[in-house]
């Protein structure tokens, strides 16, 4: 089992590994606007913080695949439309038509992530095979996603055993220090149910 910490603890790593999970939510505040709780705030002051401590972040190339995904996401809910003045106040008309306005609200997103990431230090880990069977062994070892299987084999192979994530999956890897501030935990309560691993 992982060891979960707070987003307050110390110290801080000189690097850490992150998920999509984490990083979305720290991108946009959707709070208000959907019947999901949002954990913005959290996830945003922690990347100040890891930001203002010089922190590294390293992750997988994978994540700019998930992020039309998230994208799609949000803008099935009416969050990411909801949401466009605070990350495009100057547009003040968007596309009447569905495709042209989801295109642009995506790449609108894209641009927030992009600008998110140029502010750290980052290292993007190549994608090689020996990786990638790693991250079977990790998915198969410890009943992870694909991705989050990637996230942690990353973990592994760089040597880099801090991970900032808020999916509950994190927990169960062995060697591993997750940065959760305890999310997965208040969404169950949120949610009524524990989930079965």
């Not at 009416?78 to 466009?84: E, H, P, Q, R, V």
């Not at 055993?161 to 994190?170: K, T, V, Y």
Request: glycine share 2%; hydrophobic share 40%.
């Amino acid at each position: 089992m992982a060891v979960t910490l707070l987003f307050s603890d110390d110290p801080l790593p000189n690097k850490i590994v992150v998920d999509s999970s984490f990083i979305f939510e720290a991108l946009i505040d959707y709070q208000g606007t959907s019947k999901k709780p949002s954990f913005y705030r959290q996830c945003r002051e922690f990347a100040t913080r890891l930001y203002s401590q010089q922190v590294r972040l390293i992750y997988s190339p994978l994540l700019f695949l998930e992020a039309p995904q998230y994208w799609k996401r949000l803008y099935s809910s009416g969050d990411l439309l909801a949401s466009a003045q605070l990350f495009a106040p100057t547009q003040s008309v968007l596309p009447i038509d569905d495709s042209l306005q989801r295109q642009w609200l995506f790449k609108e997103a894209d641009k927030v992530l992009d600008d998110f990431l140029s502010h750290f230090d980052t290292h993007v880990v190549r994608l090689t095979r020996p990786l990638l069977q790693q991250a079977c062994e990790v998915a198969a070892r410890y009943n992870l996603g694909s991705h989050d299987s990637l996230v942690v084999a990353i973990a592994y192979r760089v040597g880099v055993p801090d991970i900032a994530a808020i999916d509950i999956d994190f927990e169960r890897p062995d060697n591993i220090y997750v940065w959760n501030d305890d999310i997965p935990r208040i969404r169950q309560k949120l949610k009524g149910t524990k989930r079965i691993r």
